[in-house]
């Protein structure tokens, strides 16, 4: 018996078993976690495009290595270095984006409590979300165009740098004055800070995106730009068709009547405020659409 099991240990000697430990696991765990966000965000911008064109030209130079064609090899190897530097700077605002995304994950915020009071502050209560939906539906009717950004964790100083400081509080009164045709402050979009009005007439970055539809203008492109690049929330109030649109995290809300803004604005109230329901809605339908492709 000896013998045989002696034949056995030396007959699968070659045979390896790894013993993993926690530490692997946890490796594991890591590096997946990592390349399945890495191949997310690749199919979810313009990157996913170069990287079937990085695809192409790996399988030509594997050809080129396989029939021994040392010429192209040779230019593939001095190319690495421009390729990687012209990566870097065709898509930095993809990788910025991507960055800023990674900044706004809440890993740490159960082991340590940080920035809690920034984000208390920077929710809506009840009294703003009820002026701001009663300044889009009177702006609505009346067809006045408006963009009005309500600023969350991500600081936008820039923007506000921007504008006109105003610093006061969220009322209709004031908001649909500021919007009013061929007054000053007319031009460019509000920003909201810590449910107060901090500047207005501030100059928003256009998105770049090329899959928007033909009939949304320079608000709507305005409102999605600040959207892909901050975590604020945006409502949109167009002025040929009157139409209310949220722009929030790169998604366009569109159609929307009280109830559906409402909605919209409960995602970034505190759960200790839940708005509620103040007067009725003057629309049938409720909610809106939501704008996937855009």
Not at 29 to 50: D, E, G, M, P
Not at 69 to 85: E, H, Y
Not at 122 to 148: C, D, F
Not at 275 to 288: D, F, Y
Request: hydrophobic share 45%.
């Amino acid at each position: 018996m000896d013998r045989v099991w002696s034949w056995l240990r030396a007959y699968f000697d070659w045979f390896y078993v790894p013993k993993p430990t926690w530490s692997d696991v946890l490796d594991i765990i890591i590096i997946a976690y990592v390349l399945y966000h890495i191949l997310l965000w690749f199919k979810t911008s313009r990157a996913w495009t170069l990287l079937k064109g990085i695809l192409v030209v790996l399988i030509f130079v594997g050809l080129a290595a396989l029939f021994h064609m040392n010429t192209v090899l040779w230019l593939a190897k001095k190319l690495v270095n421009v390729i990687v530097l012209a990566f870097i700077i065709l898509f930095q605002p993809e990788l910025r984006h991507a960055l800023d995304e990674l900044g706004r994950k809440k890993i740490l915020k159960n082991i340590i409590n940080i920035e809690s009071d920034r984000e208390l502050g920077a929710r809506l209560s009840e009294k703003s979300v009820y002026e701001l939906v009663k300044t889009a539906t009177q702006l609505s009717m009346a067809k006045t165009g408006a963009l009005i950004v309500i600023e969350q964790m991500t600081p936008l100083g820039e923007i506000e740098s921007t504008g006109i400081q105003v610093d006061a509080t969220i009322s209709h009164q004031l908001l649909v004055n500021v919007f009013e045709k061929n007054t000053p402050l007319h031009d460019g979009a509000i920003l909201i800070r810590k449910n107060r009005v901090v500047a207005a007439t501030c100059y928003l970055p256009l998105t770049e995106r090329s899959d928007i539809t033909k009939d949304l203008g320079t608000r709507h492109r305005a409102g999605l730009g600040i959207s892909e690049v901050s975590d604020s929330m945006t409502i949109i109030v167009s002025e040929e068709t009157g139409g209310v649109t949220v722009a929030y995290m790169g998604t366009l809300y569109r159609d929307l009547d009280e109830d559906g803004l409402r909605k919209q604005l409960q995602k970034i109230s505190g759960p200790e405020e839940e708005p509620k329901k103040i007067g009725k809605s003057k629309k049938s339908r409720k909610g809106g659409r939501k704008h996937e492709n855009v």
